[in-house]
């Protein structure tokens, strides 16, 4: 039987490490995607909170006879499915623009417009993009809009340099990104988003990257997480980091700029893909496939064309390789069946030799009757010689760890000592050499490093002490009544009372001798002994029974 139990233990031992191997991630930035893994489990109760919201929303716009109010309704409708429902907020953006139209409202309707091309272009559609922003007249737009419609005349073409990657006319879409960006940054509107970020993408571009970093990080504290505005710095700072090759801080941001989007129902985004070609090339195949799947959820969810595209091209390599690792977790878990059918069989085996060896030792017992009364009596003497033996390793055992703990620790603080006298020594002959004579009379007169030297003195004889007897301050109290238990401070390991009763307990019982330890006179250790074995609930024999407190 014992060498199947160690069978059975070398057993665990190779499914443990196996599926340790197979379930590891890699990488400095797991816990966070564990925090990103939860918000994907619970996204579904952040899209109920969002369309929550709309329902509100939607009931006020029923309820209300005013145009100007309808606008706005329709228009806070049209924010809450900007990045959730591609087809709905077109709905409500139509809406304003044909109730702009109706009422004459040219900034109504420059508005509407302008948040409509940024609509379809999030979408993938570029060409009507375009066709509305180049209707817009720049020129009549009112400064609190203008940015705004630079801004989307830029990102649009920031769509379509993704989506033509390596096509020759990425340059000139670049060029006009760039050209739009300075309309941007000529706008007097320092803190706003959209010249934060514009600011921040015309220092990456000129090379000054660490400035761009420390911008970005500036604008994210002034901005909460779970809005657009949050995740949309957060991966600009993931951006600037990857061009910089640090790929831990890339993908902290990226999953940060992630869990954000999913905290704001965003379905329109760019991390989650991106973490997914980010963890697909580390190999971790289980987390790429997982944040892929989200990502082409939530695109189908938008409908947004680009992003679906941009999400296939990826996806048949990590649903090859994901297909991969589950055929081969298949074939260790057929190997781990036959390692167990394997142990079932040798435990059946064992089972019926035990069987046997039973009903032989049946035949025995009638030779062993005789024998009964000797086996007992030297049973009886083998357990007595078996406490003292116990009893003495114990003692042995205690005795070693506590020579053990303190020759180590007490030897570490002399070095420390000679160290901080040779420190002081030649502090003190700085001070004479130069003539310091007040300097040097003020050192000599100073008590501090005796003070500091005890304090760690005792620190490290407490810790040396809890370490072999780590529930002695529990255990001492016990002996004594509630009212008068002894509680320590917060910072306090052992008090100076403590102490006494630790150094009977470490065998050293003489009073003198603790006096000198404490630094105190042996009035007060008698005081301490005898004041509390007076109160204590075992008055006759409270020293021993302080001597009875175990060590670990």
């Known amino acids: 039987m014992k060498h199947l139990s160690l069978d059975m233990k070398f057993l665990v031992v190779i499914l443990v490490a196996v599926l340790l191997q197979s379930c590891g991630t890699g990488g400095g930035n797991s816990q966070l995607f564990d925090r990103l ?7 579904a109760e952040f899209d109920r909170k969002k369309i929550g919201r709309i329902d509100s929303l939607s009931r006020l716009l ?3 006879d005013d ?21 709905s907020a077109l709905h409500y953006i139509n809406a304003n623009i044909g109730q702009a139209r109706e009422a004459g409202d040219d900034y109504w309707l420059a508005l509407s417009l302008i948040e409509k091309a940024d609509l379809v272009a999030k979408a993938g559609i570029f060409t009507e993009a375009l066709e509305i922003l180049e209707a817009i007249d720049s020129r009549t737009l009112p400064n609190d809009i203008k940015d705004n419609y630079y801004q989307i005349c830029g990102t649009t073409y920031q769509y379509m340099v993704e989506y033509a990657e390596g096509s020759e006319y990425m340059q000139a879409y670049q060029a006009k990104i760039t050209a739009y960006r300075d309309s941007v940054l ?5 803190d706003s988003f959209i010249y934060e970020t514009e600011y921040g993408s015309r220092l990456i571009e000129l090379g000054r990257r660490q400035e761009a970093v420390e911008s970005f990080i500036e604008s994210l504290e002034n901005y909460s997480f779970g809005t657009r505005e949050y995740s949309v710095i957060a991966s600009l700072i993931a951006y600037v980091y990857q061009i910089e090759g640090d790929h831990d801080k890339r993908e902290y941001y990226m999953a940060m700029s992630a869990i954000s989007d999913i905290h704001g129902s965003v379905k329109e985004n760019l991390a989650l893909r991106a973490l997914a070609e980010f963890r697909f090339e580390a190999g971790d195949v289980s987390h790429a496939y997982r944040y892929l799947r989200k990502s082409m959820e939530d695109a189908n969810y938008f409908s947004a064309r680009m ?8 996806l048949p390599l990590v649903i090859r390789a994901y297909e991969a690792q589950q055929r081969e977790m298949q074939a260790q878990l057929k190997w781990f069946i036959v390692l167990i059918s394997a142990l ?9 030799f035990i069987i046997k060896q039973l009903r032989t030792v049946s035949h025995s017992l009638n030779l062993v009757s005789v024998t009964k009364d000797k086996l007992l009596k030297l049973n009886d003497e083998l357990q007595q010689t078996n406490a003292a033996l116990t009893a003495t390793n114990t003692a042995l055992t205690e005795s070693s760890c506590i020579k053990e703990e303190y020759i180590g620790k007490f030897m570490e603080l002399c070095s420390n000592y000679i160290s901080t006298l040779e420190q002081y020594r030649k502090m003190l002959y700085q001070q004479a050499a130069s003539g310091r004579t007040e300097d040097l009379h003020k050192s000599l007169r100073s008590t501090s490093i005796i003070s500091n030297t005890l304090k760690e003195f005792y620190k490290a004889f407490d810790t040396a002490f809890l370490n072999i007897f780590p529930d002695f301050v529990q255990r ?7 009212d008068d238990r002894i509680q320590l401070k917060e910072d306090e390991k052992l008090n100076t009372e403590l102490r006494v009763f630790a150094l009977i307990r470490l065998g050293i019982t003489d009073s003198a001798k603790i006096a000198s330890f404490l630094r105190c006179s042996i009035t007060t250790i008698y005081t301490y002994r005898s004041k509390r074995k007076k109160r204590s609930l075992c008055p006759v024999d409270f020293d021993d029974e302080v001597m009875k407190i175990a060590s670990f």
Not at 37 to 43: E, F, L, N
Not at 69 to 82: A, C, G, H, I, P
Not at 344 to 352: I, N, P, R
């Open 62 to 64: 029923v309820a209300s």
């Open 67 to 87: 145009p100007r109010r309808e606008f706005e309704l329709n228009r806070q409708l049209f924010l809450e499915y900007k990045s959730f429902v591609c087809d």
């Open 186 to 190: 000529a706008m007097p509107a320092p």
């Open 307 to 314: 992003r679906k595209n941009q999400s296939a091209n990826i």
């Open 476 to 482: 001492f109290n016990e002996l004594l009544p509630e």
């Open 344 to 352: 079932a069989v040798g435990l059946v085996v064992a089972v019926v």
């Open 37 to 43: 893994d939860k918000a994907i489990t619970g996204s």
